[in-house]
């Protein structure tokens, strides 16, 4: 902290990778300003996906981020399937995507528990990622019974970004309650310890970026050991020996 004759200031530092503005947590008011101004950006953002009725998803339905899964988790929880890959966030609204959840919630799903499955496998924060702020206004927003009922949110290939800002941020960006339920998992194999294999429907891009974290484990933590692929370059068939050369000067010395 540095201070000067007329006021004084605070500087906080963050990796420039986690995205947060770190502002809002040196003042309660500026907290709530900035929630204020990013509610309003999203309301105003266009849409191609425009609907004359609010309770018209069928737009929404057609792009199956969303959904309900006919099977349950290990503990007879109701499986709703996010896909993030699919989620166009730049052009549907938080207001509109409040609507829509709650909506999914309470006319599939009116009563028993239920858990959460999101697939963050090659999601880009530009295109497909509302913010942590209008997730937790989402589920703010849902009825008491909704939240009580939401027993489990198994987060699927979290990124070193996602990581990293929930294990510092999360606890001031998500409520107690979301916060803990959080589970995450970073292989499918994990899964299937709390939810069996073939319940819940894997999309192919989602199995083989498993795969390919599987084969290059430090891709987890933003870490390409191989950015070249030199280890898929063939080798050789012929190599030189240690000691071609020196062999080479005595045949050429008799």
């Known amino acids: 902290m540095a201070s000067s004759s007329s006021d004084d200031f605070s500087v906080v530092v963050l990796a420039s990778d986690l995205g947060v503005d770190a502002r809002p947590f040196l003042n309660p008011s500026n907290l709530r300003q900035q929630e204020a101004a990013e509610d309003d950006n999203w309301h105003d953002c266009p849409s191609y996906l425009p609907s004359s009725d609010d309770h018209d998803f069928s737009d929404l ?41 709650s909506h999914k919630i309470l006319t599939e799903m009116p009563e028993g528990s239920f858990c959460v499955v999101y697939m963050h496998s090659t999601v880009q924060k530009e295109d497909n990622s509302p913010g942590l702020t209008i ?12 939240k009580d009922r939401l ?9 070193l970004r996602s990581r990293l800002v929930f294990a510092t941020l999360g606890r001031f960006l998500l409520s107690g309650g979301l916060y803990w339920k959080i589970k995450y998992i ?3 194999q994990y899964l299937w310890q709390d939810i069996k294999k073939g319940v819940v429907e894997i999309p192919e891009f989602v199995q083989q970026h498993d795969d ?16 070249l692929h030199m280890t898929q370059i ?16 005595r045949e050429y010395m008799s």
């Open 151 to 159: 027993q489990a949110v198994y987060f699927i290939h979290p990124g």
């Open 135 to 146: 997730l937790r206004w989402i589920y703010e927003e849902l009825p008491n019974d909704s």
């Open 186 to 188: 970073s292989r499918l």
């Open 61 to 101: 339905e057609a792009l199956q981020f969303f959904r309900l899964e006919r099977g349950s988790d290990n503990s007879g929880n109701r499986i709703f399937r996010i896909v993030g890959k699919y989620f166009p966030a730049a052009v549907i609204s938080g207001e509109r995507l409040k609507k829509y959840v």
């Open 234 to 249: 063939p080798s050789m068939a012929h190599t030189f020996g240690r000691y071609d050369s020196g062999w080479a000067s």
């Open 212 to 227: 390919i974290l599987e084969h290059r484990p430090l891709t987890d933590y933003g870490i390409e050991p191989d950015p």
